[in-house]
């Protein structure tokens, strides 16, 4: 068996874990479902996180593609819906297969892709229903809050990410 990044044992998923996977397979209509995530920052190196009203924890801007959609569209968009801005992703810095819920049987394709800088005076807007805060940190509290399942790739993202001009 897979083992979790955080805990370092396997494990198998809830029900409702579950239940989760299956209907995002669906939706993106392929296994492993895929996954983009956006990594932001800002002129200073903090790096943008949000913090979903579904789950523990702090992530990257993303989520999951829908069917017939590239994770390169997947990360434009889910960048546009969770934080209002509009860029086009550049260079893919991380991607990999995990374990959704650090279940083997549930595998998630994921790409970080850089997707610049916040400049000084842009607005951030977080749809509500979906999220509940976002921050800019500086990289290494970064990689402490966001979840634990997530903090080594978001390492591996900052690691091959390009300086800040």
């Known amino acids: 068996m897979a083992q979790s990044e955080g805990s370092g044992r396997a494990r198998v998923a809830t029900a409702a874990q579950r239940d ?28 943008l996180l949000v913090r979903p009203a579904y789950k523990d924890g702090w992530i990257l801007p993303g989520g999951m593609a829908e069917r017939g959609e590239g ?26 297969v995990v374990d959704a819920f650090s279940d083997p049987a549930l595998p998630l394709e994921v790409a970080v892709f850089d997707c610049g800088l916040v400049l000084p005076g842009e607005r951030i807007v977080i ?38 001009p």
């Open 71 to 96: 994770l390169v569209a997947a990360a434009r968009r889910e960048l546009l819906e969770e934080t209002g801005l509009s860029r086009e992703p550049g260079r893919e810095l991380v991607h990999e």
């Open 127 to 164: 749809p509500t229903d979906e999220l509940l805060d976002w921050a800019l940190l500086p990289p290494a509290e970064a990689v402490a809050r966001i979840a634990d399942y997530e903090g080594g790739r978001l390492a591996r993202a900052l690691a091959g990410a390009p300086p800040i």
């Open 20 to 47: 989760w996977y299956a209907s995002a397979r669906l939706q993106a209509g392929r296994s492993p479902v895929p996954v983009a995530q956006a990594l932001v920052r800002d002129v200073a190196g903090a790096v």
